[in-house]
């Protein structure tokens, strides 16, 4: 007998940055020769310091649920971060601990959305957001942007989006998968049009703020627009900046009754996060930062050299972001000199011919482009780049 499955969760698609990972690590199980920079992942250990403290938690006996939202030690912990960082003031029931930014991200469209909400999300975006508004009843407007406007959404396409429907708005700066950032500017642009809207919410996901290096320093939406305090969402974790994907630590920061909606949803899904990674994630937001330094400075020169490598092959053209560590080639001309019929194609055909895992723009709602993930050390990189070099060499102009 076929299991019938509900109608929400043929809206959407598995992950692609997650599901290319397991089919890369499958293919290399059987024995495959395969260079995985599919996944957004920094390949960096946990910093020392990081880890003693989550072992110093288990030893204390720190091993029981906590309370929904999050320890006591680490929200102070995230409001003293926004303090340091963002010159932003929150008490702590404006904070909410999630097990990942993925999940803040999950409880606030679960919390927020209903059916005929649309919400604004300029592409090229995070895989997960439109599924994630999806499975909310609620419809994403994607809002194409691209490398002639540095993948930024003007004020003038966020005028044109909006509408009657529009609930929410997600920004994604510096972005994944094209690294491109807001400057203070662009976003008080951005947030004059939205104070003509006060319906609309918005959710920002500053998840690589830290890994940023643009010529003006990182700011946050309410950094640069503190009138839209009341409607804001700001997501934030550890994931990046400190190389601890898997101890899914991530936070949101907003006005109390959203935060409180939110925690109502996680207490009917995860409960907390989990109570040795909330020690870990206080001492990585409290301790000493070089660890982030050092990282980024890593991913900057990663950056440079993979950005150069791509733009020095046929059909290629790769924008270079201010941050994160990915790189988002146009492949459009690659595409027709190779007479491949899209990005997924190729990607395909990539992985079985040249044994490197990437991932299709179409999965950022970009489609022509590739991403891939720098989270690799340079020899690694110089090997895949090889080898998509020997790629693509077919398809330079005969
Ligand atoms: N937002 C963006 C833009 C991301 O790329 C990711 C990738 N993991 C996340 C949120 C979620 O991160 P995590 O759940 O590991 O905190
Ligand atoms: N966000 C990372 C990526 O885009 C990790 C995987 C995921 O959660 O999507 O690769």
């Known amino acids: 007998m076929n299991i019938r499955l509900a109608q929400r969760v043929q809206r959407i698609r598995p992950s692609a940055t997650v599901s290319i990972t397991a089919l890369a690590a499958k293919l290399r199980d059987e024995g495959r020769d395969i260079i995985a920079l599919s996944v957004g992942e920094p390949d960096f250990p946990t910093p020392a310091h990081i880890c003693a403290a989550a072992s110093a938690a288990i030893e204390r006996g720190e091993t029981k649920y906590t309370v929904v939202g999050g320890t006591r030690s680490l929200k102070q912990a995230v409001v003293e971060k926004f303090r340091r960082d963002n010159g932003l003031e929150f008490s702590l029931d404006e904070i909410l601990v999630s097990c990942g930014a993925k999940q803040s991200c999950f409880n606030a469209c679960e919390a927020l959305l209903e059916g005929g909400d649309e919400v604004i999300i300029p592409a090229p975006c995070w895989v997960s957001y439109p599924d994630m508004v999806r499975l909310a009843d609620a419809t994403p407007v994607i809002v194409d942007t691209d490398a002639a406007h540095d993948f930024k959404m003007t004020a003038e396409q966020l ?45 920002t996901d500053d998840i690589y703020e830290q890994l940023h ?14 009138e839209l305090r009341p409607r804001t969402l700001t997501v934030n974790g550890v994931s990046k900046a400190y190389a601890m994907t898997g101890w899914r630590i991530g936070y949101a920061a907003g006005p109390a009754t959203l935060i409180r909606a939110m925690t109502t949803v996680q207490s009917q899904s ?3 996060a989990a109570s040795i990674s909330q020690a870990a994630a206080t001492a990585a937001l409290t301790g000493d930062q070089t660890c982030v330094t050092t990282m980024r400075d890593a991913f900057r020169l ?39 019929a899209d990005d997924v194609m190729l990607c395909e055909r990539i992985l079985a011919e040249a044994g490197v895992a990437l991932v299709p723009g179409t999965a950022f709602a970009a489609p022509g482009h590739l991403r891939l993930s720098f989270a690799t050390d340079l020899e690694t990189l110089e090997d895949a780049l090889d080898r998509l070099e020997g790629f693509f060499s077919g398809a330079r102009v005969k």
């Open 270 to 272: 995860t409960t907390s």
């Open 213 to 226: 290096w643009g010529a003006e320093p990182f700011c946050s939406l309410l950094s640069a627009a503190p």
């Open 302 to 340: 990663r950056q440079h050299y993979v950005v150069d490598r791509l733009n020095a092959m046929p059909g290629l053209s790769c924008w270079k972001g201010d941050g994160t560590f990915y790189a988002f080639p146009d492949v459009r001309k690659a595409l027709s000199a190779l007479e491949i």
């Open 159 to 203: 005028r044109a989006a909006i509408n009657a429907a529009t609930r929410a708005l997600i920004l994604n700066s510096p972005s994944n998968p094209t690294g491109a950032t807001y400057s203070r500017a662009e976003l008080q642009a951005l947030a004059e049009v939205l104070l003509e809207h006060p319906r609309v919410v918005i959710i």
